[in-house]
């Protein structure tokens, strides 16, 4: 079956750390992945994507990379700022299943 | 362009109560999904309607049920309310054919007490 595990949180990092957050999925198939962001009071926004093996997304600063051999799509941050505080949810789509099926989501607050 | 709407964003509820939840997706969107976020289960999916048919569902009972109009406007109904359906439902909508790539409402907040 199509699963997504995500790094537990909640993550805490000062303003200008490098951020990680880790994702790996079970799937059949080649799935589409996602991560997705929730800011308080708010729903999901797409935060980027990946549709291939060896894609990278990125938007924002953000970046993760579809890597097939170890079913990972990590997410990365150079240098995190106050603003990015929000949950971080990874999320693979399998075609004719015509959901996403979500991670657990991670909580990350940064600090001044 | 104006994002998803879902009415209404707060409500309380007791058991054994039914309650409707709306959702307006952004224009010329056909496809929207629902979804439900609980602390301990995460996200998880209900249901996705596709030109007013229901064409994927989630393992919930019975008691969820929904509906699409013409116009891609989506209902959700959840009948004999239980204390663990207090959740964030949120509603998203695609144009259905970017698979994945879904626009999320703020979210209708169900408290069953």
């Known amino acids: 079956g199509n699963s997504v595990t995500q790094m537990e949180g909640p993550v805490t990092l000062s303003e200008e750390a490098f951020l990680t957050i880790n994702c790996t999925y079970t799937a059949t198939g080649y799935p589409s992945l996602f991560w997705y962001v929730q800011y308080p009071g708010e729903g999901l926004q797409l935060l980027l994507k990946?549709?291939?093996?060896?894609d990278k997304g990125s938007n924002k600063g953000f970046e993760a990379t579809y890597r097939k051999e170890t079913t990972s799509f990590h997410l990365e941050k150079g240098s995190v700022q106050v603003s990015d505080s929000a949950v971080y949810f990874c999320a693979l789509f399998q075609t004719g299943a015509n959901n996403l099926f979500f991670g657990t989501g991670t909580r990350l607050t940064v600090i001044p | 362009k104006a994002g998803v709407t879902q009415t209404p964003r707060y409500l309380i509820k007791t058991r054994g109560q039914q309650v409707t939840l709306s959702c307006s997706p952004i224009s010329g969107h056909r496809s929207v999904s629902w979804y439900q976020q609980t602390p301990g289960q995460g996200l998880q999916f209900l249901f996705e309607?596709?030109?007013?048919?229901?064409?994927n569902k989630g393992n919930f009972p019975g008691r969820f049920s929904g509906r699409q109009f013409s116009n891609s406007r989506s209902e959700m109904n959840v009948s004999t309310l239980e204390l663990g359906d207090s959740a964030l439902y949120l509603c998203?909508?695609?144009?259905?054919?970017?698979?994945?790539?879904?626009?999320f409402g703020e979210g209708s907040r169900l408290t069953v007490l």
């Open positions: 990946a549709t291939k093996a060896d």
């Open positions: 998203a909508s695609s144009l259905g054919q970017v698979f994945g790539e879904l626009f």
């Open positions: 309607y596709f030109s007013e048919t229901q064409r």
